[in-house]
């Protein structure tokens, strides 16, 4: 019994079937099991069934409204204010719509409905990835430090991209005009770094949902936090040093940090 139970996941949808038993407790216990087991399942399906529905049900109607912006910022008759406006709309659609697709993501990951893995050498996955970043980079320079080219990991690609893309748009945000991002591989391990003016993050809180460093507005608060959902859905660990004007942030396949 006890090892039907370790091997239950709510994210395979099957209930094992526990041994019956003439003892009154066990019979008892199996039943009581049984039942927890299949409220569980019914909640993760509800759960995961409503962010699916309301996903889809917000794209449709931001992408109108969106739509809608496009075509009012495109009439000759605006005032200089009225398209001040407008543009101020168009931006805050926009953050609403990543914030619904990042929201949407966490849901998924949690719900851990990434199942298909693949191996991943980490330098050749960034050498393809690092010409799109460049173009979120606003002139600020990608320095790649790739020490081990033969570190290889089984992970869901879609989600080893976000992590990328996120801690690379962190590091953006961050940085001052002209600094510089590092991406480095080397001892198991990836680790971005990047120059800036800022003090040190709190380590306590930087993963954290919605949390914003310095009473700062840039971003929704979640690029970070979808980091760490992703290293703790593949094993992996993150974590954040400051040193000598650098924010890193460490994501650990195995091995020794790097220094910044």
Not at 178 to 186: H, L, Q
């Given at each position: 019994?006890?090892?039907?139970?370790?091997?239950?996941?709510?994210?395979?949808?099957?209930?094992?079937?526990?041994?019956?038993?003439?003892?009154?407790?066990?019979?008892?216990?199996?039943?009581?099991?049984?039942?927890?087991?299949?409220?569980?399942?019914?909640?993760?399906?509800?759960?995961?069934?409503?962010?699916?529905?309301?996903?889809?049900?917000?794209?449709?109607?931001?992408?109108?409204?969106?739509s809608k912006?496009?075509?009012?910022?495109?009439?000759?008759?605006?005032?200089?204010?009225?398209?001040?406006?407008?543009?101020?709309?168009?931006?805050?659609?926009?953050?609403?719509?990543?914030?619904?697709?990042?929201?949407?993501?966490?849901?998924?990951?949690?719900?851990?409905?990434?199942?298909?893995?693949?191996?991943?050498?980490?330098?050749?996955?960034?050498?393809?990835?690092?010409?799109?970043?460049?173009?979120?980079?606003?002139?600020?320079?990608?320095?790649?430090?790739?020490?081990?080219?033969?570190?290889?990991?089984?992970?869901?690609?879609?989600?080893?991209?976000?992590?990328?893309?996120?801690?690379?748009?962190?590091?953006?945000?961050?940085?001052?005009?002209?600094?510089?991002?590092?991406?480095?591989?080397?001892?198991?391990?990836?680790?971005?770094?990047?120059?800036?003016?800022?003090?040190?993050?709190?380590?306590?809180?930087?993963?954290?949902?919605?949390?914003?460093?310095?009473?700062?507005?840039?971003?929704?608060?979640l690029g970070?936090?979808?980091?760490?959902?992703?290293?703790?859905?593949?094993?992996?660990?993150?974590?954040?040093?400051?040193?000598?004007?650098?924010?890193?942030?460490?994501?650990?396949?195995?091995?020794?940090?790097?220094?910044?």
């Amino acid at each position: 019994m006890l090892l039907q139970i370790e091997k239950f996941r709510l994210e395979d949808g099957a209930i094992p079937h526990l041994p019956e038993s003439d003892v009154y407790e066990f019979a008892r216990l199996g039943n009581t099991l049984t039942t927890l087991m299949q409220n569980s399942l019914a909640s993760y399906r509800t759960q995961k069934e409503f962010t699916e529905n309301a996903s889809h049900e917000l794209q449709t109607p931001l992408a109108v409204f969106q739509s809608k912006l496009d075509l009012l910022l495109q009439q000759p008759s605006l005032t200089e204010r009225q398209a001040e406006l407008i543009q101020a709309l168009y931006e805050t659609a926009n953050r609403l719509a990543r914030l619904n697709r990042n929201l949407l993501l966490l849901a998924k990951i949690d719900n851990r409905q990434y199942g298909q893995m693949e191996e991943i050498v980490v330098v050749e996955f960034l050498r393809e990835l690092v010409p799109f970043l460049q173009g979120i980079t606003r002139g600020i320079n990608i320095c790649e430090v790739f020490n081990d080219s033969t570190l290889t990991v089984r992970a869901n690609r879609t989600l080893l991209e976000s992590l990328v893309n996120n801690l690379v748009v962190n590091a953006v945000r961050h940085n001052r005009p002209g600094g510089e991002i590092t991406i480095a591989v080397d001892n198991g391990q990836l680790a971005i770094s990047n120059t800036s003016d800022e003090p040190a993050l709190n380590k306590e809180l930087i993963f954290n949902r919605f949390y914003r460093p310095h009473g700062q507005s840039k971003g929704n608060g979640l690029g970070l936090a979808i980091v760490k959902a992703v290293c703790e859905y593949h094993g992996w660990k993150v974590n954040y040093q400051h040193h000598d004007g650098k924010h890193q942030f460490t994501v650990s396949f195995g091995g020794m940090s790097l220094p910044v």
